[in-house]
């Protein structure tokens, strides 16, 4: 069993059933009918909510069991998720398919973080939007939530792949008070990122 399926290997949803309050804010965004992808996305609660907003989304994750945990909980809320048991390391990303990528604390190690933001740049649709909130490297300071490896939080810098192909419509880096679930609780050290692919490339 991995080290994620062990801590979703619980009744309790860890990070909570909510979706994240940055996500949530992006609701104006998630048009009906939009196909969105949500990556390394835990046990569900962002992919539900944007399924209950009438977008179609596809759901990647690592742990069988976070994937299986997400789809009980889309069952309970009366809707669809498309989930795949994806390893990002080495993701096939589909070319211009998604209207918008959601990543909520989605931290890898430094190559997997940049193969992740070439998949993302790949797999929008000309005009589609990548939503993102991640803990930064002062995360450190504050020991609420995330990875305690400094190589797995992000940097403004790890943002700057995006900028020859994407407009910055949103960004962020900062503190925000968290409470999702037991593990993300209290001021926190984080970065957000919403970009548009551009049209034409």
């Not at 860890?14 to 992808?37: C, D, I, T």
């Not at 209950?52 to 009980?72: C, H, T």
């Not at 993102?132 to 790890?158: C, F, H, I, N, W």
């Not at 925000?176 to 970065?191: C, D, F, P, Q, T």
Request: glycine share 8%; charged share 25%; with cysteine.
């Amino acid at each position: 069993m991995s080290t994620w399926d062990k801590r979703f290997n619980t009744d309790e949803y860890v990070y909570g059933e909510a979706p994240n309050a940055f996500v949530k804010q992006q609701a104006h965004l998630f048009k009906r009918g939009m196909r969105v992808l949500a990556i390394a996305e835990g046990e569900g609660r962002n992919a539900v909510w944007l399924a209950e907003q009438g977008v179609n989304v596809d759901m990647w994750d690592y742990s069988q069991v976070g994937l299986d945990k997400a789809n009980r909980l889309a069952e309970r809320r009366g809707v669809t998720l498309h989930t795949r048991l994806v390893d990002l390391a080495v993701a096939d990303w589909p070319k211009d398919t998604y209207d918008a990528i959601v990543c909520i604390y989605g931290h890898f190690p430094d190559n997997v973080k940049k193969s992740v933001l070439e998949g993302v740049k790949r797999a929008l649709k000309p005009g589609g939007y990548f939503v993102t909130e991640v803990y930064s490297k002062a995360q450190l300071d504050y020991r609420t939530g995330g990875p305690k490896q400094k190589e797995l939080l992000y940097t403004p810098a790890d943002f700057a792949p995006l900028t020859d192909a994407f407009k910055t419509i949103h960004f962020f880096d900062g503190t925000v008070e968290r409470y999702e679930g037991a593990l993300h609780n209290g001021e926190s050290a984080i970065l957000q990122y919403i970009g548009q692919k551009a049209s034409t490339l």
